[in-house]
């Protein structure tokens, strides 16, 4: 469905010009959920936002069901199907909840826009008519958007660490909106979490280290690697057991 064949992103830093991406060789599948981990700087991010056109590649190809769209900017590409949602959504003062689908899904219909709430845990009752500001938490906020982007009925959907400034409740319900989002849709979702219970909902893992893909894995092994380190960990162990100050991990 979507590829990236030797995808090479290089971006003017104060310093003059970074390469950010090489040699990127990516196959994403319809209807899979991939989760992209890694190390902090390691080049996610870089990733979903050439996926998105946020940035565009120095170097190599971007495929989209066969189409080239290496060299389309972010409203092409969100006519095709690809969307993004921010780590941190945006607040749109005077914009209500109602207004925000109908202009994502091109349609005022209500029922459909009530229905697009409940698959995000939300009331309709209680939402649609809310201003989109400061009054709304981060939870909420995510799971509007995550409910515009059902909307769209997208092709690629690519979520930057969704988890991000929301409570335990809110988490747990963001978790049930992707696996509802892979039932009911064709949708391909791309999550960059370190979170274990979204690397639980991966069809495949792909591990971003160096500007590079490190390896492309199930989350089988992902999760047994986690529980090795939990089991090894000495520190870990001694915080839970409340242990000393000089714990330290062998």
């Known amino acids: 469905m ?16 970074v390469e950010v991406l090489k040699e990127i060789n990516l196959t994403l ?22 996926i998105m056109g946020i ?12 189409m080239d769209i290496t060299n389309k900017g972010i409203t092409e590409r969100a006519r095709l199907g690809i969307g993004y949602a921010f780590q941190m959504p945006p607040r749109f003062k005077g914009m209500k909840v109602r207004d925000m689908l109908t202009l994502a899904s091109g349609s005022a219909n209500l ?17 649609l008519d809310r ?7 981060g939870g909420e ?17 690519v979520f930057d660490e969704p988890e991000a400034g929301i409570d335990l409740w809110s988490f747990q319900k963001l978790t049930e909106t992707f696996e509802n989002l892979n ?3 064709n949708t391909t979702i791309v999550i960059i979490s370190h979170q274990e219970r979204i690397l639980r909902l991966a069809d495949q893992v792909i591990v971003v280290a160096n500007g590079m893909i490190d390896e492309i894995t199930g989350k089988e092994e992902i999760l ?9 960990c000495r520190c870990r162990q001694d915080c839970i057991k409340g242990g000393p100050e000089n714990a330290e991990c062998n």
């Open 131 to 137: 201003e989109i500001n400061a009054s709304f938490s």
């Open 183 to 185: 039932a009911k849709h």
């Open 111 to 127: 029922a459909n826009q009530c229905d697009l709430l409940y698959d995000v845990g939300l009331c309709s009752q209680d939402y």
């Open 141 to 157: 906020l995510k799971r509007i958007e995550i409910a515009s982007i059902l909307a769209r009925n997208l092709k690629v959907a």
């Open 2 to 17: 979507l590829n990236m064949i030797n995808v090479d992103v290089t971006l003017e830093g104060d310093e003059g010009q």
């Open 29 to 50: 599948e319809e209807k899979k959920i991939y989760v992209m981990t890694g190390p902090n700087g390691g080049g996610k991010s870089s990733i979903a936002k050439t």
């Open 55 to 66: 940035y565009q590649p120095s170097g190599g190809q971007i495929l989209l069901d066969g």
């Open 224 to 232: 047994s690697e986690i529980e090795r380190l939990d089991s090894e």
